[in-house]
């Protein structure tokens, strides 16, 4: 068993090294929709930032907009991992991500006492989006609806916000140039502004340990894979679901210079300080060769 004097020597060089750096996480939507997991990683993340991490938050939602669009009766499609969004299901979007689930965050947050600010994508020209045109998946074509691709980030409010002592949470609901509101995949808006931002780490709080090779089976977590690791996967087709997204959100980022991607366990307690400050890690790095 470790003890604490070895504990901290093992934290105390990241201790140094990650002061004053940004860091952007994203909190999945099963994650924020457990109170007790998203507790213990709000305390994680309060850690951090007293330490001196500067943090910007992006949250999902996805549980929670399935469950609104069952009460109101609205479909629920998927393809590749996306929600497809028409307008109906772009309300549930906005009254989840923009209402209730960040509401929820913010107040989290605050009982830990730290100074969160609230932000969407809409915010301070903060994401500017393009609709997505239909596409063609696995030779279906499909028309995701009010979905957004990211075109260009202004991280300015952000940048303010970080000098001036605040921790962003950000709802990841983008603008077009012709003034509609679009539904943008959380996993994408947090790479985009952790590169953006210049960040030092992105870190994804998930539902499972990490990436896993087998699904149901934690004992086969990846502890550190890189970006030609990650292609061979996708030749070998043994990655589906929503991990396809993160691991695309993952590259664009470490293409983008961001030094580390991390895929941590959001039920597993401590898991993120783990990961950040031991050798060993809880979940797994992307990372470059």
């Known amino acids: 068993m470790v003890n604490g004097m070895d504990a901290l020597r093992t934290a105390t060089p990241y201790l140094s090294r990650f002061r004053g750096q940004i860091f952007v996480i994203k909190i999945g939507g099963e994650v924020v929709e457990a109170p007790h997991s998203l507790t213990q990683v709000v305390e994680q993340i309060a850690l951090l930032w007293h330490l001196g991490v500067k943090i910007v938050v992006v ?28 307008e109906a299901q772009l309300e549930a979007v906005k009254m989840t991500l923009a209402g209730k689930v960040h509401t929820d965050i913010l107040a989290a947050f605050r009982s830990v006492n730290l100074p969160v600010v609230g932000l969407s994508g809409l915010d301070a020209g903060l994401i500017v989006a393009q609709k997505r045109p239909p596409v063609s998946i696995e030779g279906e074509k499909v028309d995701f609806g009010q979905v957004g691709d990211i075109h260009a980030v202004d991280a300015k409010i952000l940048h303010d916000l970080l000098g001036a002592g605040y921790l962003p949470i950000v709802t990841p609901l983008t603008l077009s140039a012709a003034g509609e509101v679009l539904n943008t995949n959380a996993d994408t808006v947090a790479s985009h502004l952790a590169t953006a931002l210049t960040a030092e780490k992105l870190i994804f709080v998930i539902r499972v340990l990490g990436l896993l090779r087998d699904v149901d089976d934690p004992s086969s977590l990846i502890p550190a894979i890189t970006k030609a690791e990650i292609e061979a996967a996708h030749k070998e087709n043994w990655i589906a679901g929503g991990m396809k997204p993160k691991l695309a959100a993952a590259l664009h980022a470490i293409e983008g210079g961001v030094p580390a991607v991390h895929l941590v366990g959001g039920f597993a307690p401590d898991s993120l300080l783990v990961e950040i400050f031991t050798n060993e890690g809880s979940g797994t790095m992307i990372h470059t060769p």
Do not use: F, N
């Open 59 to 86: 949250h999902g939602g996805g549980t929670a907009i399935d469950d609104l669009s069952a009460r109101l009766g609205l479909e629920v499609r998927k393809v590749a991992g996306r929600r497809v969004t028409d």
